[in-house]
């Protein structure tokens, strides 16, 4: 319930006319809304008691402001009418930052105030006047202020190819919380941390290019990611069945005619991916279908380069083609691609398959503005931007509609160079598993591995850090224990092996060639793995005996590395991995449910005998 006597005048945007002029007049005097009525409502029955008065009278306009740009401290003086007599209920923000009011320089159609921390961009200078509220702009964007930027300092200049390092840009005009600013290094972007009007910091990304990859070897190799496409299907949500990674929801096309079919990924604008791996699984009891397939790459989507045909009977299971044309030499290309597709063999059956996954390093699609000089160092020009601040929606006069113009990507001074020389990497990782206990001794062998300055020197395994880290003189080898492992949780930064040196950067894991001909590539890898002989894995019981049942459940890793005796049944919800020596594994019953069950791998096949019954 309520009463004309408790409704508080207030003030919200009202129509304008054909000429910009209030509908209803100004009043010239400032006089109240009560003044201007009768003081009992009951002479106007028309008005709801209850109702809100939009009324161009008093809403305060501003004509003009001035100077329309500038830094922190700089006097602006607004022109206009409404801002009343009392300088205690008006404020003025810009950007999200108070403008401090100069009350000596007041009155009702001027005012003069001092810009405070505005970050980047240009905002409106928004004027609130107590219980009428904001003031209305005459003119768009006549009363808009552009806060500059200007940046004095970068520190450090140089890092590591692998990105992480912190860096700092000291100067005026920055965005009052990270989440307003943008930093890009060779158009790769700087993660921000911090940020205030004096000072930003930032993490350097790792900085992936072709040049980088030819000379470091380096990926880090990922599953394609995209928006699914292809022809041939009922529906245009068949084809995501292709790229969900579970072979079992297979595509096949339409059951109104039998028909070839095109099944793909759209990478989008901003990417792209150098292909160095094919990996598919047919439709159960269909693998000759797809024999005389293609798989083919574009960047336009008109013109398609076919990257590899299928033309050996595929067997019930994960297939794989590496990359060896005169396109592709694997592990590093020469060519990226934003679209990827396969391409089934004919129209005289229907088109039927498992799973596709694309394999390769995700690159920017935006070529990267650097040279490498001849000593493999990258010199890259730094970008500044704001985006738009979360706290600025009061009006919509403005481009974006949001009271708000985000400030276009400023080059800055300084520039930041990725040395080849600084840069760590990791060879091998010995040994490459351990328990889950921790305590492991380790030994990461690569090059560069010992701070320039006497920085601290990080090792994360798995996303669990590596205690009593110590490194060579020459930075040839580092060496650390084991964490113990708490929870099941994958590496916050995606990387098993995590070697991190405050003044270099992350340091670059480097396939090695293995094979009868050095035909494969395999990265350093690290995992948390409990032995079935230890018997801690069995918490200090007696490990497993005749007939009994064991259970490997979700999140645990279990290695077999000796020959169990023989059980009654074996469930498998983990990890389940053959040691690489002779093993044997007697059970009346083995059930793998949604687990994983590893005897060797694509590029390291098991040589041992491992027997099954």
């Known amino acids: 319930m309520c009463s004309a006597d408790s409704i508080t005048p207030q003030r919200h945007h009202h129509l304008m006319d054909g000429d910009s002029n209030p509908i209803g007049g100004a009043s010239s005097n400032n006089a109240s809304i009560w003044d201007l009525l009768p003081q009992e409502h009951g002479a106007y029955p028309s008005i709801n008691p209850c109702s809100f008065l939009h009324l161009g009278t008093i809403t305060p306009h501003i004509y003009r402001s001035a100077p329309s740009k500038g830094y922190k401290d700089t006097r602006i003086s607004v022109i206009g009418f409404g801002f009343g007599i009392d300088p205690s209920v008006v404020t003025i923000d810009i950007g999200g930052a108070p403008c401090v009011l100069d009350n000596s320089h007041f009155n009702d159609t001027y005012l003069e105030c001092i810009v405070g921390n505005s970050p980047t961009g240009t905002h409106p200078v928004d004027v609130s006047v107590g219980r009428y509220g904001l003031a209305h702009a005459m003119i768009s964007n006549a009363s808009t202020f552009t806060s500059l930027l200007q940046v004095t300092g970068l520190t450090p200049i140089v890092g590591g190819f692998g990105g992480g390092v912190e860096i700092t840009l000291s100067g005026r005009g920055f965005a009052l919380q990270p989440s307003g600013a943008a930093v890009q290094i060779c158009n790769t972007a700087c993660s921000v941390t911090e940020s205030s009007y004096t000072q930003l910091k930032c993490i350097t990304g790792g900085l992936v290019s072709f040049q980088t990859m030819h000379m470091f070897g380096v990926g880090p190799l990922s ?145 990267t503005s650097y040279n490498l000089t001849n000593n493999g160092d990258a010199t890259c020009n730094v970008t500044v931007a704001s985006t738009n601040h979360p706290s600025i929606f009061l009006h919509t006069d403005h481009e974006d509609g949001s009271g708000h113009l985000n400030s276009a990507p400023q080059v800055i001074p300084q520039k930041f160079t990725y040395s080849a020389r600084l840069t760590p990497r990791v060879f091998d990782v010995t040994p490459n598993n351990g328990t889950a206990r921790g305590g492991v001794y380790i030994t990461i062998i690569g090059a560069n591995l010992n701070s320039t300055f006497n920085n601290q020197t990080i090792v994360r395994l798995n996303g669990f850090d590596c205690t009593g880290v110590t490194v060579s003189n020459d930075g040839s080898t580092a060496n650390c224990y084991s964490g113990k492992r708490i929870g099941i949780r994958p590496s916050p930064d995606g990387r098993e092996i995590c070697v991190l040196l405050t003044d270099k950067g992350h340091a670059i894991l480097v396939p090695k060639k293995i094979g009868l001909g050095n035909d494969k590539f395999v990265y350093p890898r690290f995992r948390y793995l409990d032995r079935w002989s230890d018997i801690r894995t069995w918490l200090n019981r007696n490990p497993p005996v005749e007939g009994d049942s064991v259970v490997v459940p979700a999140g645990q890793n279990l290695l077999v590395d000796v020959s169990p005796p023989r059980l009654l049944f074996f469930l498998v919800q983990g990890l389940v991995v053959f040691d690489r020596k002779d093993v044997a594994l007697n059970a009346t019953y083995i059930l793998i449910q949604g687990g994983e069950w590893e005897i060797g791998t694509e590029e390291e096949p098991m040589l041992n005998k491992i027997t099954i019954t």
């Not at 969900?244 to 339409?254: A, K, Q, R, V």
């Not at 991916?273 to 094919?278: Q, S």
């Not at 299928?310 to 044309?325: F, G, K, Q, V």
């Open 223 to 367: 599953v394609a990611t995209g928006t699914p496409f292809g022809s041939g299907g009922a529906l245009t949500t068949d084809y995501a069945s292709v790229f969900d990674g579970i072979p079992e929801t297979y595509f096949m096309s339409t059951y109104a005619a039998r028909q070839a079919c095109t099944i793909g990924l759209d990478l989008g604008p901003d990417n792209t991916l150098a292909l160095t791996r094919i990996r598919w699984f047919p439709r159960v009891q269909t693998g000759l279908l797809v024999r005389n397939g293609k798989f083919q790459a574009s960047n336009d989507f008109s013109k398609w380069t076919t990257v590899a045909t299928l033309t050996a009977r595929p067997s019930e299971s994960w297939n794989y083609i590496d990359m060896t044309t005169a396109n592709v030499t694997y592990p590093y290309p020469i060519t990226s691609w934003r679209y990827l597709r396969y391409v089934s063999p004919s129209s005289d059956s229907y088109c039927q398959i498992g799973e596709i996954q694309f394999i390769g390093v995700v690159l920017p699609s935006i070529a």
